[in-house]
Protein backbone atom coordinates (compact mmCIF):
# COMPACT_ATOMS: atom_id res chain seq x y z
CA UNK A 1 0.00 0.00 0.00
CA UNK A 2 0.87 4.08 -0.64
CA UNK A 3 0.31 5.28 2.54
CA UNK A 4 1.36 8.91 3.62
CA UNK A 5 1.82 9.91 7.26
CA UNK A 6 0.22 12.84 7.57
CA UNK A 7 -0.07 13.69 11.24
CA UNK A 8 2.39 16.45 11.05
CA UNK A 9 0.29 17.79 8.27
CA UNK A 10 0.06 21.97 9.15
CA UNK A 11 -1.30 24.89 6.93
CA UNK A 12 1.32 24.50 4.60
CA UNK A 13 1.11 20.95 3.64
CA UNK A 14 3.57 18.57 3.41
CA UNK A 15 6.00 16.37 0.60
CA UNK A 16 5.53 13.47 0.28
CA UNK A 17 8.17 11.59 -2.67
CA UNK A 18 9.95 8.08 -2.90
CA UNK A 19 9.28 4.93 -4.00
CA UNK A 20 6.65 1.76 -3.94
CA UNK A 21 6.73 -1.43 -5.05
CA UNK A 22 4.44 -2.33 -8.23
CA UNK A 23 3.33 -5.58 -5.89
CA UNK A 24 2.69 -3.24 -2.75
CA UNK A 25 0.47 -0.86 -4.68
CA UNK A 26 -1.38 -4.70 -6.09
CA UNK A 27 -0.98 -2.80 -9.70
CA UNK A 28 -1.31 -5.03 -11.87
CA UNK A 29 -3.08 -5.73 -15.37
CA UNK A 30 -6.47 -7.83 -15.05
CA UNK A 31 -7.54 -7.81 -18.92
CA UNK A 32 -5.73 -10.53 -20.83
CA UNK A 33 -5.99 -9.01 -23.40
CA UNK A 34 -3.57 -5.99 -22.70
CA UNK A 35 -0.17 -7.55 -23.34
CA UNK A 36 1.82 -4.89 -20.96
CA UNK A 37 3.62 -5.36 -17.69
CA UNK A 38 5.17 -2.48 -14.95
CA UNK A 39 8.18 -2.63 -14.03
CA UNK A 40 9.59 -2.68 -10.60
CA UNK A 41 8.40 0.35 -8.57
CA UNK A 42 6.18 3.48 -9.04
CA UNK A 43 7.79 6.76 -8.32
CA UNK A 44 6.01 9.33 -6.55
CA UNK A 45 5.85 13.12 -6.00
CA UNK A 46 3.22 14.04 -3.76
CA UNK A 47 2.12 17.27 -2.02
CA UNK A 48 -0.78 16.93 0.44
CA UNK A 49 -2.84 19.92 1.55
CA UNK A 50 -4.87 20.51 4.13
CA UNK A 51 -8.47 22.08 3.06
CA UNK A 52 -11.62 22.05 4.67
CA UNK A 53 -13.39 19.41 4.94
CA UNK A 54 -10.34 16.80 4.17
CA UNK A 55 -7.10 16.41 3.06
CA UNK A 56 -6.17 16.90 -1.00
CA UNK A 57 -3.25 15.06 -3.08
CA UNK A 58 -1.76 16.54 -5.58
CA UNK A 59 1.75 15.80 -7.57
CA UNK A 60 2.76 12.99 -10.02
CA UNK A 61 3.95 9.40 -10.29
CA UNK A 62 5.65 7.24 -13.00
CA UNK A 63 6.55 3.73 -13.33
CA UNK A 64 8.26 1.96 -16.08
CA UNK A 65 5.92 -0.12 -18.85
CA UNK A 66 7.25 -3.35 -20.56
CA UNK A 67 4.97 -3.15 -23.82
CA UNK A 68 5.20 -5.11 -27.58
CA UNK A 69 4.86 -2.88 -30.53
CA UNK A 70 1.52 -3.39 -32.52
CA UNK A 71 3.83 -3.01 -35.36
CA UNK A 72 6.93 -5.10 -35.26
CA UNK A 73 6.01 -6.48 -32.29
CA UNK A 74 9.76 -5.59 -30.20
CA UNK A 75 9.55 -5.39 -26.67
CA UNK A 76 9.77 -2.37 -25.33
CA UNK A 77 9.84 -0.11 -21.99
CA UNK A 78 8.47 3.43 -21.48
CA UNK A 79 8.09 5.82 -18.31
CA UNK A 80 4.74 6.30 -17.81
CA UNK A 81 4.61 9.52 -16.47
CA UNK A 82 1.34 11.43 -14.61
CA UNK A 83 1.98 14.71 -13.56
CA UNK A 84 -1.55 15.87 -13.00
CA UNK A 85 -2.28 13.39 -10.15
CA UNK A 86 -5.15 15.08 -8.10
CA UNK A 87 -7.02 13.60 -5.36
CA UNK A 88 -9.68 15.12 -2.24
CA UNK A 89 -10.56 12.86 0.37
CA UNK A 90 -13.19 13.87 3.25
CA UNK A 91 -12.02 13.57 7.08
CA UNK A 92 -9.26 11.27 7.26
CA UNK A 93 -9.14 9.92 10.62
CA UNK A 94 -6.31 7.85 10.57
CA UNK A 95 -2.51 8.90 11.03
CA UNK A 96 -1.81 7.39 7.42
CA UNK A 97 -3.54 8.65 4.00
CA UNK A 98 -3.92 5.18 2.19
CA UNK A 99 -3.94 7.11 -1.81
CA UNK A 100 -3.43 3.04 -3.13
CA UNK A 101 -6.48 2.83 -4.86
CA UNK A 102 -6.19 6.66 -6.43
CA UNK A 103 -2.88 6.23 -7.75
CA UNK A 104 -3.50 2.52 -8.94
CA UNK A 105 -6.83 3.32 -10.82
CA UNK A 106 -4.71 6.86 -12.10
CA UNK A 107 -1.81 4.52 -13.44
CA UNK A 108 -4.47 2.16 -15.00
CA UNK A 109 -6.37 4.60 -17.14
CA UNK A 110 -3.57 6.14 -18.35
CA UNK A 111 -2.16 3.20 -20.09
CA UNK A 112 -1.90 3.75 -23.53
CA UNK A 113 -4.59 1.66 -25.37
CA UNK A 114 -2.12 1.92 -29.08
CA UNK A 115 1.21 0.73 -28.43
CA UNK A 116 4.37 1.33 -30.48
CA UNK A 117 7.82 1.32 -29.73
CA UNK A 118 8.28 4.79 -31.21
CA UNK A 119 5.86 6.56 -33.66
CA UNK A 120 7.60 6.27 -36.69
CA UNK A 121 7.97 2.34 -36.60
CA UNK A 122 7.67 0.98 -39.93
CA UNK A 123 6.28 -2.51 -38.52
CA UNK A 124 6.85 -5.57 -40.47
CA UNK A 125 6.82 -6.22 -43.89
CA UNK A 126 3.16 -7.98 -44.65
CA UNK A 127 4.92 -9.97 -47.61
CA UNK A 128 8.14 -11.15 -46.26
CA UNK A 129 7.59 -10.41 -42.15
CA UNK A 130 11.19 -9.34 -42.05
CA UNK A 131 11.62 -6.09 -39.34
CA UNK A 132 11.28 -2.76 -41.86
CA UNK A 133 12.90 -0.89 -39.27
CA UNK A 134 16.36 -2.02 -39.18
CA UNK A 135 16.84 -2.75 -42.87
CA UNK A 136 14.25 -2.00 -46.02
CA UNK A 137 13.82 -5.59 -47.22
CA UNK A 138 13.47 -6.96 -50.87
CA UNK A 139 9.48 -7.12 -51.53
CA UNK A 140 9.68 -3.91 -54.10
CA UNK A 141 5.72 -3.42 -53.00
CA UNK A 142 6.13 -2.73 -49.24
CA UNK A 143 8.55 -0.10 -48.14
CA UNK A 144 6.73 0.77 -45.14
CA UNK A 145 4.84 4.14 -46.16
CA UNK A 146 1.89 2.55 -45.27
CA UNK A 147 2.51 2.74 -42.27
CA UNK A 148 4.30 6.25 -41.96
CA UNK A 149 0.68 7.28 -43.53
CA UNK A 150 -1.49 5.75 -40.79
CA UNK A 151 -0.11 7.71 -38.07
CA UNK A 152 0.56 10.84 -40.04
CA UNK A 153 -2.26 12.47 -42.28
CA UNK A 154 -0.10 14.56 -43.74
CA UNK A 155 2.34 12.01 -45.00
CA UNK A 156 0.75 12.23 -48.01
CA UNK A 157 2.09 15.51 -48.56
CA UNK A 158 5.40 14.97 -47.67
CA UNK A 159 5.29 12.97 -50.81
CA UNK A 160 4.75 15.86 -52.95
CA UNK A 161 7.59 17.94 -51.97
CA UNK A 162 10.07 15.14 -53.77
ZN1 LIG B 1 7.79 -1.12 -33.47
ZN1 LIG C 1 9.40 -8.00 -47.45
Not at 46 to 53: G, K, N, P, Q, R
Not at 86 to 100: A, I, Q, Y
Amino acid sequence: MLKLDIRKLDNEGQMFTGKVQVDALELEITDPSVDLSFGDEVEYSLHVSSVSEGVLVAGSVSVDVNAECGRCLCKYTFKLELNDICHFSEEVKENDLDVSDDIREDILIALPSKLLCNEHCKGLCTNCGKNLNNDPCDCDNNTGDDFDKEVNPWGALDDLNV
